[in-house]
């Protein structure tokens, strides 16, 4: 029995961009050593020096000419490419998230509505922006003159009516390029798209589309709307709806972070408490560097070790008041490691803090009762 057609309502109203870096860690590392750029670079452990442990969190093009593609086992990138151009380095995101706050700085110049995906890409709803500029074609042209000559880094950058839209935008213009997606060729670009580079489809899902003969966005577009439900739920109708080049979901803005953390990866591992206890205080002081520059502060002190065969494990504590100094953080993250059950020998230490609220947000003591 055919299901009810839900109707499809199309807001082509907004401007949103997706602003998305070109390989952005392999990016920075070129830029700190432009050595690498000659090199097929892979940001991942070297698993000859990890017991064939690691896996890749991104490459550089050299590299993806090969296959390597991040979430795949470093082993995988030893094999496909000459061992003769090949370069693991291990990632730095103490220097990756720095760098991303700087783009993001870049973002809150332009609008206040703009949703981090990620410390390389984010999306931006630039239909009322700051620069006052009704071009949406201006507005990418700004953003990625000023990334380039504050960062030295590229971007690639979508824009359409939606969300979905310019991600998708962005991924065609790859690397350092522009796409403008109008609505009324929305479904024409969709339609020649491989369902694989379709933003949201899974693997699995690619699997069940190729059994029912699915293999293009225009392919996509041929489907019944009660089929797509009846065989993927609600994910089918929002695919349903994709192909067709609507989504009318929002740019989230403006999120209170949930966590601020820092952690640190050690070539050579700690090896006495002496050492962890002052890259905690070392990762304490980061934290509320974080916190203070936010805005924001916490109750809740987690800390996180790993040790050189891969055992993690990690403790809590909170607090009946905020967090008030880097010294609290370093004195509950401490008394946190004492309290843990790991043989030394760790290749890795984390300290965040949780249960944040504003600066604005205070807790008053009521004296209900005079003394």
């Known amino acids: 029995m055919a299901l009810i057609e839900i109707p499809l309502v199309v807001d082509a109203s907004r401007k949103i961009l997706h602003v998305d870096m070109d390989a952005f860690y392999a990016s920075v590392e070129e830029r700190e050593h432009p050595e690498y750029k000659k090199k097929a ?6 698993p000859r020096k990890h017991n064939n442990h690691g896996v890749v969190t991104t490459a550089n093009y050299n590299a993806r000419k090969y296959g390597v593609n991040s979430a795949m086992p470093s082993q995988k990138a030893l094999e496909l490419i000459p061992k003769e151009e090949l370069l693991f380095t291990d990632p730095n995101f103490t220097l990756y998230r720095q760098v991303s706050d700087q783009i993001h700085d870049i973002f809150k110049d332009v609008t206040d509505k703009y949703q981090t995906v990620a410390l390389d890409e984010a999306y931006l709803d630039i239909t009322e922006n700051k620069l006052h500029e009704p071009s949406a ?5 700004y953003i990625q003159t000023r990334i380039f000559k504050e960062t030295n880094l590229t971007c690639s950058i979508g824009v359409s009516y939606n969300k979905f839209l310019a991600k998708m935008g962005s991924e065609h213009a790859k690397p350092f390029g522009r796409s403008l997606i109008l609505p009324e ?6 339609a020649d798209i491989p369902i694989e580079k379709f933003n949201g489809i899974g693997k699995n899902m690619q699997s069940k589309l190729h059994d029912l003969g699915i293999y293009t966005g225009r392919d996509l577009q041929a489907i019944d709307q009660d089929i797509m439900i009846n065989d993927f739920g609600k994910w089918g109708f929002i695919m349903f709806q994709r192909c067709r080049g609507i989504d009318n979901s929002e740019v989230e803005a403006n999120q209170i972070r949930k966590s601020v953390g820092k952690e640190q990866t050690y070539n050579k591992p ?48 909170t607090l009946n008041n905020y967090l008030s100094s880097q010294l609290e953080i370093y004195n509950t993250a401490q008394e946190l490691f004492d309290e843990l059950d790991i043989e030394l020998e760790l290749r890795l230490v984390g300290v965040t803090v949780t249960t944040l609220d504003e600066f604005g947000f205070e807790e008053l003591p009521l004296k209900l009762f005079e003394d």
């Open 41 to 46: 670079l892979v940001i991942a452990h070297d």
């Open 185 to 190: 060729f929305s479904v024409e670009f969709l």
């Open 270 to 317: 700690l090896m006495t408490k002496e050492e962890v206890y002052k890259q905690l205080n070392l990762l304490s002081q980061q934290v509320f560097e974080i916190l203070s520059n936010n805005n924001l502060q916490g109750k809740t002190v987690v800390i996180k070790a790993r040790t050189t065969d891969f055992q993690t494990v990690s403790k809590r504590k």
């Open 137 to 141: 074609l201006k507005v990418m042209q």
